[in-house]
Every structure is written in structure tokens, then in C-alpha cells.
């Protein structure tokens, strides 16, 4: 069961086309996969339209149409990414288990690249969403853990598949995480199953114990494509 949703602000400024393009990516991502956040959506692209509209309040009809038309444009796959198409592969395979992609990011899937071994038993691969952004599929084989790290920016993780621990708690399928450079954390997957997530940062990690301060696997993978130090 999803726990852990996008805050009633950030869903209104989703419909109110107010966010950066890596957070709405990820919130519609969930939204794809948790009914509860998608139909406040609904209600909140209802309401702005009663707000900028007034008289759609005595229309029903009108408002329905008009609901009805900003769903076909969030949900036009072409303004994401103009190459996608209905035949592209909606599935991920990875150590013999197969990972089906939420909608949203499905548009993208031609853009994933190559998959790459990281320290102990975590994979990743970067896909490319456009507007200069990376986002990082990372998947924790049972056993793995991201070596503890705090960032500069913000990190958005959204649990595609799986469980995974951090901070005393469980994160579980459609688990929507939002997290700023307070945190200090380790996602370990010890106890399950392999665990599929996507994450995007708009900061490098910084390492904060351990070896990975050394080496520091990950801090290069969430630099954006444009960015030069
Ligand atoms: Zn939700």
C-alpha cells in the first residue's frame, strides 16, 4: 500500500503547470500508480477551472468538456517526448525479473541508457528527460545499500518495484520520497527482494562516512547533462 504521496501543495502546483519538469515527471509517475493522489488531481484541475471560469459553475457540461480537454493534453504523450510511440517496450528486465514502467515514464523509455554495475550489488542507468535533466533508474539487488550520503539539492525517488529501508522507514511500491539537503541517509534493501527505483537530483550527492567518501560511486551520476563542474 502507498504511504508516502506528494504534498497537497506540490499536486496543485503539478495541475497549476508550476513545477520544474523533473518533479512533475515524477509526480505524474505516481500519479499513475496511486488513484488517491490522481484523483485529487482531478478535483484540483476542477477547481481552477471553476476559478479561472466562474460560469463553468452553472455549466456542468462545459466543465466536464473542459476537464476532459486538459486530460488529453497532460496525457499526450508527443509534448514529453515527440519520439514516443504506442509500440515502445513498457518493461524493464533485470536479474530474470521484469519491471513494468508506469506511463509516464514509459514515454522515455528509448532515452535509458546503458546499465552499469555500482559498488556491492547496485545497478543504475541514467535516462535522459529533456530540459538538460538526468534522471537514475537505480536497482538494489537483496542486500544493497547506497552508501550514506547527504546532497545539496533536492531528492525525488520514486519506488517503482520493491522495498527498501531508510531511516527507520519502509518504502513500498508507488512511494512517492521527497528529500532536501537536511537529510543524511542510507536506503538499504537488506530484508527483500531487489528493488527498482528512479530518482532525480538536481545537486551532486556528497558522501558522509565510509569508504564511498573515498571513492564516491554515485556523486557523478545526478550531475545534469549541461552542467560543466
Ligand atoms: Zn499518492
Known sequence: MIKHHPSESALRSFVE???????????????????????KTRSFTESIAVDMFPDLRQNPTILREYISMFESITNDSTLLNPSYSQTLDTRITLDGREFVLPATLARFADRIGEWSHLAGKLWHASVNIGGGSLAQFIYMDRGASVPEHTHKGNELTLVINGKFTDGGKCYESGDFIELNQQ??????AENYEGCLVVTMLDMPLHFTSGWAMLINPLSQLYFKVNTNN
Open 17 to 39: 503547470g508550476a513545477l520544474p519538469s523533473t518533479k512533475a515527471i515524477l509526480i505524474s509517475a505516481h500519479c499513475d500508480m496511486c488513484p488517491t493522489c490522481l484523483s
Open 183 to 188: 537529510h543524511t541517509h542510507m536506503p538499504t
